[in-house]
């Protein structure tokens, strides 16, 4: 990035971008977050209704045809891991930049992260439509499952570019503290898509490929009023002028964006893997595992959301070298999610068949395979809140390598040594066991990679820390 830019020491009272440095920077730490997160709570849990509402409504089609959503979801893996990629590279750039003042640095990272996402949702786009039944295949699909994977599969690829560069977007509003905007925006589009999930499906007879249609049109809608929110509240507005493909900008991308493309990358290595093993049990293990997927997800995102009300507020102080606000607000963040997360977790555990039987309720086999792998997930849950919180801290201040090893922790390497190791003697008990025991050791290894940066901030904060 061109560092020559003016840094403006003294800017006037009335610019929206100078009223929002204070309010980041001097209001009350617990207070600030809380605002924050409620939009990216509300965000969060709403963009996990696209999964579920396919998932939900596909259920009344057969075993086969929820299989087949769920093969398809390793690949909405990576379409979310290219979004956040440049949302989270460009954005965690952008929180330090506006700290520092370097306005010009934030509209050029803007417009190079959204235009960069467009192209690369394109490119996904074109490789899959041109393989789609060997894709299919790679990513799981049995032979009674390819056919609704590959009508699930269509619409999706398709719809590719404009759905990475919605959650680029959606990352940008937050990471500026314009949460609000991004929550319009998905709110609009997980409420059309639960509307027109029936009608495509089972009004117009599309069958699976309707609850895909609905999706794609769902995330459009999204884009849409993502792009007209960007440029509202004091943000950053997308100039296409100010797309500046070169190395010292994606350097930069790279740096805050790599690891969550490791943790969404792997994440879909790693359901890729969770459906091939489990398609070596039948169909019914494949759509049990698929619904505790987005069930977890589901419970996951009110804490993810919680987290990123926390990244704009550590990424302006961080910036401004306000360290000590940087881990009084993670703390406050882990104490509060620690709680939520045991709460949910029992709840979970006693309700799982429940809940498992709401997506198939006329299969007892994918009831069992599920509620049991459920209520495993439960156990190893409220570990998962200092989890995710090491890693969005690390990730926010530009810790990237810290943060990258600890993203290809939980389902990457993790996750997968166990499948491996646990599957081969203990075969279906292996698989609904292998993510809570990743679980277990990615919290282990968040400890020391986290400790040592909390010091290095606790040390500098009397001779850096402005006034909380």
Not at 322 to 340: A, E, H, K, L, Q
């Amino acid at each position: 990035m061109n560092e020559n830019v003016n840094v403006h020491d003294n800017p006037s009272g009335d610019d929206p971008s100078e009223a929002k440095f204070l309010l980041m920077t001097q209001a009350p730490v617990e207070s600030l977050i809380c605002r924050m997160a409620i939009p990216t709570i509300a965000t969060m849990l709403i963009s996990a209704l696209y999964n579920m509402a396919d998932t939900y409504f596909v259920g009344s089609l057969g075993t086969s045809a929820t299989g087949g959503v769920g093969v398809v979801f390793s690949l909405m893996a990576i379409i979310q891991a290219l979004g956040f990629f440049f949302g989270h590279g460009s954005g965690n750039y952008i929180s330090r930049a506006l700290g520092a003042h370097h306005m010009e640095q934030a509209s050029r990272m803007a417009a190079t992260g959204f235009l960069s996402s467009l192209l690369s949702g394109g490119i996904v786009a074109a490789l899959g439509l041109s393989r789609l039944e060997p894709l299919a295949r790679f990513l799981g699909a049995t032979d009674t499952i390819l056919p609704y994977a590959c009508d699930y599969l269509f619409y999706i690829l398709i719809g590719a570019p404009w759905m990475t560069a919605s959650l680029m977007l959606n990352n940008l509003l937050r990471f500026q503290g314009s949460a609000f905007y991004g929550m319009i925006g998905m709110i609009s589009g997980a409420v059309l898509n639960v509307v027109l999930d029936p009608i495509f499906i089972f009004i117009f007879g599309m069958g699976v490929a309707g609850a895909s249609l609905a999706t794609m049109l769902s995330q459009f809608v999204t884009f849409c009023l993502l792009l007209a929110g960007s440029s509202r509240g004091g943000s950053v507005r997308i100039n296409v002028l100010h797309f500046s493909p070169r190395f010292a900008v994606y350097r930069e991308i790279v740096r805050g964006g790599l690891p969550s493309l490791f943790r969404q990358g792997v994440a879909s290595v790693g359901t890729l893997f969770l459906n091939r093993v489990a398609g070596n049990f039948g169909d019914a293990a494949i759509a049990a595992i698929s619904i505790v997927q987005r069930v977890t997800i589901m419970a996951n995102s009110a804490l993810i959301g919680f987290g990123q009300g926390f990244q704009p507020v550590c990424g302006f102080n961080y910036g401004a070298r306000r360290y000590g606000r940087v881990t009084r607000g993670f703390w406050f963040c882990v104490r509060v999610s620690t709680v939520f997360l045991i709460g949910i977790a029992a709840t979970g555990f006693v309700t799982a068949p429940w809940v498992i039987s709401q997506f198939r309720r006329d299969d007892a086999a994918v009831i069992g395979i599920g509620a049991l792998a459920l209520r495993m997930q439960c156990m190893s849950f409220p570990l998962t809140g200092w989890v995710v919180l090491c890693n969005m801290m690390l990730q926010t201040i530009g810790k990237s390598v810290r943060a990258s090893v600890l993203a290809l922790g939980r389902q990457g390497l993790f996750l997968l040594s166990f499948l491996f190791l646990l599957t081969p003697p203990f075969k279906l008990l292996g698989l609904q066991m292998s993510q809570p025991a990743a679980d277990v050791v990615t919290f282990l290894l968040a400890v020391p990679l986290t400790a040592g940066v909390l010091r290095e901030m606790a040390e500098s904060e009397d001779v850096a820390a402005g006034p909380d």
